[in-house]
C-alpha cells in the first residue's frame, strides 16, 4: 500500500503558551477524529507531529489514523526552527518508502508548519538540508502578528497567516488541514496523482490569508 504522509511541525515556544497551545492541541485532535471518519484517509493517511522549541522533537512517529495518540503539547523556550527543519528532513528519508525497481514508494509528504515567531537559530542550515529530500506540498502558517513571513516564504511558496493566535482561528486552520489531507488522499487514490498545489486543494477559509 502507497501511503499518504503528513507531517505537522508545530512551534511549541514559550510565546505560544495559554490559549494557541490548547487551541493547536484541539486541533491536532479535530484533524485525526475528522480524517478518522474518511474511508480514503483512513486508508491512505499517515501522520507525525514534529514540535520545535529550544528544540526539534519527533513526538509522533508517522502512524496510521487508527491507533494515532494526540501527544500532550507544553509550550516552552525559544524556536529552533532550523533544527525543526534539519529533524523533518531526517524523519522523510526515515520513514518515507522510496520507489525501488520492484516497488511503489510512499506517495510524497503533505507538510504544514505552524509558528508564531522568528527562528532562534541557523534555519538556512535546515533549509538546505529538507532540500535534498523529496517532499511534496509545503504549507507553513504564520499565526499572529509576530510570524515572519518573509522567512517562511523562502522556505516554502505557499504561506498563509492568521490575524491572531487564538482558539477560533487555529480550529478554522486544522479545519482546512484536515480537508486538504482528505481532499490528498482522495486524490492520490482515485486519481493516482499527486497534491502539488494549492489549486489541488479546498480554499482556505476566511481566517486564513494566502500571503503573496
Excluded at 494526540?70 to 518515507?96: K, M, S
Aim: aromatic share 6%.
Amino acid at each position: 500500500m502507497r501511503r499518504l504522509p503528513v507531517y505537522l511541525v508545530l512551534d511549541t515556544s514559550g510565546s505560544m503558551s495559554g490559549e494557541p497551545i490548547e487551541a493547536v492541541k484541539n486541533g491536532v485532535q479535530l484533524l485525526v477524529s475528522t480524517l478518522r471518519q474518511d474511508p480514503y484517509a483512513l486508508e491512505t493517511a499517515f501522520l507525525s507531529v514534529i514540535t520545535f522549541d529550544s528544540n526539534a522533537r519527533q513526538v509522533m512517529p508517522l502512524s496510521e489514523l487508527a491507533t494515532f495518540q494526540t501527544p500532550n503539547l507544553v509550550a516552552t523556550g525559544v524556536t529552533a526552527f532550523g533544527a525543526a527543519l534539519a529533524l523533518l528532513a531526517e524523519r522523510i528519508e526515515a520513514e518515507v518508502a522510496k520507489t525501488t525497481a520492484d516497488a511503489k514508494g510512499d506517495w510524497k509528504p503533505l507538510i504544514f508548519m505552524m509558528t508564531d515567531g522568528s527562528p532562534t537559530d541557523d534555519w538556512r542550515r535546515g533549509l538546505d538540508a529538507l532540500k535534498k529530500v523529496r517532499t511534496g506540498m509545503m504549507i507553513a502558517c504564520a499565526a499572529g502578528q509576530s510570524a515572519e513571513t518573509t522567512i517562511l516564504k523562502q522556505i516554502t511558496e505557499i504561506v498563509v497567516a492568521l490575524d491572531t493566535a487564538d482558539a477560533n482561528t487555529i480550529k478554522a486552520f486544522f479545519k482546512w488541514v484536515s480537508a486538504s489531507v482528505s481532499t490528498g488522499s482522495q486524490k492520490v487514490d482515485q486519481a493516482r496523482k499527486e497534491v502539488t498545489g494549492l489549486d489541488d486543494l479546498p480554499p482556505p477559509p476566511p481566517e486564513v490569508n494566502l500571503v503573496l
